[in-house]
């Protein structure tokens, strides 16, 4: 696939800003006034920024709000409808933290609930994909859901929390990538499926149907980037959960604090990009690539 | 709606004849004509006179080369277009609605005044059989020419879909697939028509007519004929031209 800037963005940084509404609709920390304004800011901003981003995917962002409404099939459009219900929830929350120093419980930990239910409907736009077997396993939700929960421990400086999510985080990202790398061949689609042609021989692409490229191709056929894909996965492992878990076990200053969230979400982009550089679509089958 | 039909009253859709299906393209480029001057925004080409055209097409022919374990390789021309599945994942994952099938036909068709351009539906059709146009902005895929098949305007042999009326091998039809006595349903039962992926349980209504095996000749010499003298007893001028030249 390929990996579009706008995507990358999209899923990492609202994957860490409803990471983080989580962990501040549990109370953790337990901030009101400025304090709470900062945490929520961050949380916002990162949330929304990522689905703004998103928007720049569009062909006609101008239409987004027709977006809405097919909730009963689409995980695009339940993904929409949760973000929007989340964050409403949420600003009623931040509102009596930061403002009135008043905690409307039920409100926080209906926005932890919906954070992380959003964070899941963003996860099933890829996993719900038969046509990219890589994606279309229980694992995607694991990893995404993963990720943003130790992000967001780790910009709420949850530090124990963090710590364990990270271990997790990491877990799941391997198997992601050791299942990942054979889950084409397990898909059973192959070019002979494609065609249907495999009855009567092995089949090879001969011949293109057009001399310059298409759309599908540029869409879903993304070679360049995984020649390093090894190199690429270890150093997203360093940086996305070795050094946080080094740094934070070391001993806890602000400092050490910021290196580690800078170095997670550099690793974060990383892991995220090779999420969508890896991932092989069947129609590259018909183009006798993958 | 972008949930899908329980049943549609018919199923619309085609057979493609791999057999005799001769790779000239000629569906492509009636298909490119017809559907950028009717339904829908035209089907743009970018940088069409520059160095990298790229455009937007709703049927494509690929080539491939088969092998069999014994014997030698063929060539199969395989056109490739929307093939209206039953249970289509592309339908399901739009989120605005533009992306729809129709319960009286079966035919999957996109509402481009509702389509965001977000690029979904294109991901979850494993066949690549829709793509994005590149200056509208919204996706384009076959609509089984719609605009023609009910379009009393056009005489009756007209009513067909472009690609089938162009074809000039005779390799593509198209039927009702809910009509027993339909020639397409025939077709694919005498020839063994096939569902292309079935594995990614899409329920394709299109189906494709294997290539036929192909008949053999038995042991002839086939120089043997021209190995022959054209005349034993020359009796022409050029027969005593022969003689003559043999006696110097």
């Known amino acids: 696939m390929h990996p579009s800037p706008s995507v990358i963005i999209f899923t990492a940084l609202s994957g860490l800003g409803f990471g983080l509404l989580v962990f501040l609709g549990l109370k953790m920390p337990d901030v009101t006034g400025v304090l709470a304004f900062i945490f929520f800011v961050i949380g916002f901003g990162l949330a929304v920024g990522g689905l703004i981003s998103s928007t720049f995917h569009l062909g006609r962002p101008e239409r987004s709000l027709k977006a809405f409404k097919q909730w009963r099939s689409s995980w695009l459009s339940r993904e929409a409808i949760a973000a929007v219900f989340t964050l409403s929830v949420m600003a009623v929350y931040a509102i009596g933290r930061i403002f009135f120093d008043y905690d409307i419980r039920i409100l926080g930990v209906a926005g932890a609930i919906m954070s992380i239910v959003t964070v899941f409907t963003t996860s099933m736009i890829y996993a719900q994909l038969k046509s990219i077997p890589r994606w279309n396993t229980k694992l995607t939700p694991a990893y995404f859901l993963s990720l943003s929960l130790a992000g967001g421990a780790l910009l709420a400086g949850q530090i124990k929390f963090c710590l364990l999510l990270l271990l997790i985080s990491g877990i799941i990202q391997l198997l992601v990538w050791i299942k990942g790398d054979r889950a084409l061949a397990l898909s059973g689609t192959t070019i002979e499926s494609g065609t249907g042609l495999g009855t009567i021989g092995r089949v090879r692409a001969f011949e293109p149907p057009h001399t310059g490229t298409n759309y599908l191709l540029k869409e879903f056929v993304h070679i360049v980037g995984r020649k390093h894909s090894a190199k690429l996965r270890i150093i997203a492992l360093i940086l996305m959960i070795g050094t946080p878990i080094l740094l934070l076990s070391l001993s806890f200053s602000y400092f050490l604090a910021a290196l580690s969230v800078i170095s997670h979400i550099a690793g974060l982009f990383i892991s995220r990009w090779l999420f969508f550089a890896e991932a092989e679509h069947v129609v590259g089958l018909y183009y006798g690539k993958r | ?248």
């Open chain 2, 1 to 248: 709606m972008t949930t899908l039909p329980d049943k549609t009253e018919r199923k619309l859709g085609l057979v493609i004849d791999l057999d005799t299906c001769v790779g000239c393209h000629a569906c492509v480029i009636s298909c490119k004509g017809w559907n950028t001057e009717n339904y829908g925004s035209p089907l743009a080409d970018v940088d069409a006179y520059g160095e990298n055209p790229v455009g937007t097409f709703l049927n494509r022919v690929h080539s491939y080369e088969v092998t069999p374990d014994e014997g030698t390789s063929q060539l199969v021309h395989f056109p490739k277009s929307c093939l209206h599945c039953e249970d289509a994942p592309c339908v399901t994952v739009c989120p605005t609605g533009a992306s729809y099938k129709r319960s009286e036909d079966g035919i999957v068709l996109v509402n481009e005044s509702d389509c965001i351009g977000c690029g979904l539906c294109a991901w979850a059709c494993p066949y690549g059989a829709r793509e994005m146009d590149g200056v509208e902005k919204v996706m384009k895929k076959c609509t089984l020419c719609v605009d023609r098949i009910y379009n009393e305007n056009l005489e009756p042999e007209d009513q067909i879909p472009s690609c089938v009326r162009t074809c000039p091998a005779g390799a593509r039809h198209f039927g009702d697939f809910n009509d027993p006595e339909s020639h397409v349903n025939k077709l694919v039962l005498e020839r063994g028509g096939m569902d292309l992926m079935p594995e990614q349980q899409t329920k394709p209504v299109n189906k494709y007519l294997p290539p036929r095996p192909k008949d053999t000749l038995g042991e002839i010499d086939i120089l043997a004929p021209l190995l022959k003298p054209v005349a034993e007893k020359p009796d022409t001028f050029i027969g005593w031209l022969n003689k003559q030249l043999d006696k110097i």
